[in-house]
């Protein structure tokens, strides 16, 4: 079973804006579920929305540049997965990856 919680409660619980909530499921930030007319979101979701919470209110970033940043840290975790396998491809062949500090 999902473990969820009410957009009311997220409200709530982060002092935020409900216009705000809704524009982050509005631009596909995160995913809301609906169950008889009410929007809840998935406990996993919550450190994003947490995240999205901190950058508008502390930082004053808006929605167009929540989204920006998150396209970044999305592309930023691909390669780093990217480059981690390629790195244990590597070191699963005996080939020593390194940089000299020239």
Excluded: P, W
Aim: hydrophobic share 40%.
């Amino acid at each position: 079973m999902i473990q969820k919680i009410s957009r009311e409660e997220c409200v709530a619980l982060y002092n935020i804006e409900i216009h705000f909530f809704d524009a982050l499921v509005e631009s596909g930030l995160i995913a809301v579920i609906e169950e008889q007319d009410e929007l809840y979101l998935d406990f996993e979701d919550l450190n994003d929305l947490e995240r999205y919470v901190n950058l508008h209110y502390d930082l004053e970033v808006n929605i167009a540049g929540i989204e920006v940043i998150a396209r970044l840290l999305q592309t930023v975790r691909q390669l780093q997965e990217e480059n981690r396998k390629m790195q244990s491809g590597y070191n699963d062949r005996g080939i020593e990856i390194g940089f000299t500090g020239h």
